[in-house]
């Protein structure tokens, strides 16, 4: 599978500031999708980053908060904007386009906002 | 869209036992089943995966199985090791390109 790097690993941040992670792959892929995790819950889905174009948002996702950006099939960034402390989460970055459906995921950036 | 449910939330057993982790979905157009294993402080790791035209796979001592009529499937992990404690995660999607749908989550426990 690819190796995927994405930083930074941890922050720590000023409510109403933003910050901007990245995720590196070492192999070109079709898909690449952003997660958050909070505390203790599961993995929903952000939006999936499109290379060339908008990011595609789900459902409570807005482009003005988390703007995203793929300039290419091994790179792409989110960012999240004006902090507040419900903000603090765990982002992963996802990808995958393989011959099959599967995903693998980044090592995550675990975002405290105080 | 595409729900995924997870049960139970919590689960613990003796070392050298089964567990078992199940899940139901409610897009019947769903048709890629993955499961994973988080365990604390690092990334979700994909441990096994179904597709629709298959009712049954195995992986050393981990299993997947899917009833496509009723629309759950279910992880089966045997003789349990403590190495196998961490959160379990199943998802459902449609195929490639399409975004994975996860469930709660399953805590297991595995005490020696």
């Known amino acids: 599978s690819a190796v995927i790097s994405q930083k930074p690993s941890r922050d720590i941040c000023q409510r109403g500031t933003s910050l901007t992670i990245q995720c590196q792959v070492d192999s070109q892929v079709t898909m690449m999708f952003w997660y958050r995790q909070q505390p203790g819950q599961s993995l929903t889905l952000i939006a999936t980053a499109n290379q060339g174009s908008e990011a595609t948002y789900e459902s409570g996702f807005v482009i003005d908060k988390f703007p995203i950006s793929r300039p290419n099939l091994t790179f792409s960034t989110l960012t999240v904007s004006n902090m507040s402390p419900e903000d603090s989460s765990i982002y992963l970055c996802?990808?995958?386009?393989?011959?099959?459906?599967?995903?693998?995921f980044g090592s995550g950036t675990q975002l405290s906002v105080l | 869209g595409e729900n995924v449910e997870q049960h139970p939330s919590t689960l613990s057993v003796q070392e050298g036992d089964s567990a078992v982790i199940k899940c139901t979905y409610s897009d019947s157009a769903s048709n890629y089943f993955p499961w994973y294993k988080q365990e604390l402080g690092k990334r979700p790791q994909l441990i096994i995966d179904?597709?629709?035209?298959?009712g049954e796979k195995k992986d050393q001592r981990i299993a997947v199985t899917l009833n496509k009529t009723a629309k759950h499937f279910s992880l089966h992990i045997t003789e349990t090791q403590p190495e196998d404690s961490a959160v379990y995660f199943c998802a459902a999607s449609k195929g490639y390109g399409n975004k994975l749908v996860f469930g709660a989550g399953t805590i297991l426990r595995v005490k020696s």
């Open positions: 179904i597709r629709s035209n298959v």
């Open positions: 996802s990808v995958g386009g393989g011959r099959d459906e599967k995903l693998f």
